[in-house]
């Protein structure tokens, strides 16, 4: 058998068609590594390359006083690419100042955490509430993120994560304003998001 494989791979052609394979799977784990959404309209998210697939995720619930210092970075990121993102389109906002102490004081704040060998890599803050008009029970998105290393398919994955767990808790909507990379809109929308308003900002200080 192995005669047979290093007489296979002795031709020319064999080597070129494997190195031309090896090339394409290189530069399409990176594509896919950094921006999914170049590929996830052909290529579902379970296809991602092979080396993503060994990563291990786990999703869990935390107490945001206890998980802050080790999530504080990724907020700080967090916020910048959205600072930079709305300053690129001629709106500017505010350094990165969270009010840390109304998020760790709040009862119906709930601190999702991504980890994968025990870092975190992602994060989302999550208000249960009653609606103010009718008094249901909402789930509203304060903030999500995945690292941009890590934006394999995982996004998508936490995202039903959340929504199962608002479901479990009696929730009858959740409501998420997307803000940092509007491309997060074609995901939210293949998980079964609805476009149910336009959010708007009038800059006071620059009429």
Same mark, same amino acid.
């Given at each position: 058998?192995?005669? $047979?494989?290093?007489?296979?791979?002795?031709?020319?052609?064999?080597?070129?068609?494997?190195?031309? =394979?090896?090339?394409?799977?290189?530069?399409?784990?990176? +594509?896919?590594?950094?921006?999914?959404?170049? +590929? =996830?309209?052909?290529?579902?998210? =379970?296809?991602?390359?092979?080396?993503? @697939?060994?990563?291990?995720?786990?999703?869990? #619930?935390?107490? +945001?006083?206890?998980?802050?210092?080790?999530?504080?970075?990724?907020?700080?990121?967090?916020?910048?690419?959205?600072?930079?993102?709305?300053?690129?389109?001629?709106?500017? #906002?505010?350094?990165? $100042?969270?009010?840390?102490?109304?998020?760790?004081?709040?009862?119906?704040?709930?601190?999702?955490?991504?980890?994968?060998?025990?870092?975190?890599?992602?994060?989302? +803050?999550?208000?249960?509430?009653?609606?103010?008009?009718?008094?249901?029970?909402?789930?509203?998105?304060?903030?999500?993120?995945?690292?941009?290393?890590?934006?394999?398919? #995982?996004?998508?994955?936490?995202? $039903?994560?959340? @929504?199962?767990? @608002?479901?479990?808790?009696?929730?009858?909507?959740?409501?998420?304003? #997307?803000?940092?990379? @509007?491309?997060?809109? $074609?995901?939210?929308?293949?998980?079964?998001?609805?476009?149910?308003?336009?959010?708007?900002?009038?800059?006071? =200080?620059?009429?």
């Amino acid at each position: 058998m192995w005669a $047979k494989l290093k007489a296979f791979f002795s031709y020319s052609e064999t080597i070129f068609l494997a190195r031309v =394979q090896m090339f394409a799977a290189i530069v399409f784990g990176a +594509f896919m590594a950094l921006d999914p959404s170049l +590929f =996830q309209a052909y290529v579902p998210t =379970q296809y991602v390359p092979l080396y993503l @697939l060994g990563m291990s995720y786990a999703i869990a #619930i935390e107490k +945001f006083s206890e998980a802050w210092p080790e999530l504080e970075p990724l907020c700080r990121t967090h916020y910048g690419e959205m600072q930079a993102r709305m300053a690129g389109e001629g709106m500017r #906002i505010g350094d990165f $100042k969270p009010r840390v102490n109304v998020y760790a004081s709040a009862p119906h704040l709930l601190c999702f955490v991504v980890r994968t060998e025990g870092e975190a890599i992602g994060y989302a +803050f999550i208000w249960v509430t009653e609606d103010m008009h009718n008094s249901e029970l909402i789930g509203m998105e304060d903030t999500i993120y995945i690292r941009p290393d890590h934006r394999n398919g #995982i996004g998508r994955r936490f995202t $039903k994560h959340i @929504l199962a767990e @608002l479901k479990a808790r009696g929730c009858q909507r959740a409501h998420v304003t #997307i803000a940092t990379d @509007l491309r997060v809109a $074609k995901m939210c929308e293949r998980v079964g998001f609805k476009r149910s308003a336009i959010a708007m900002t009038y800059f006071l =200080q620059e009429s």
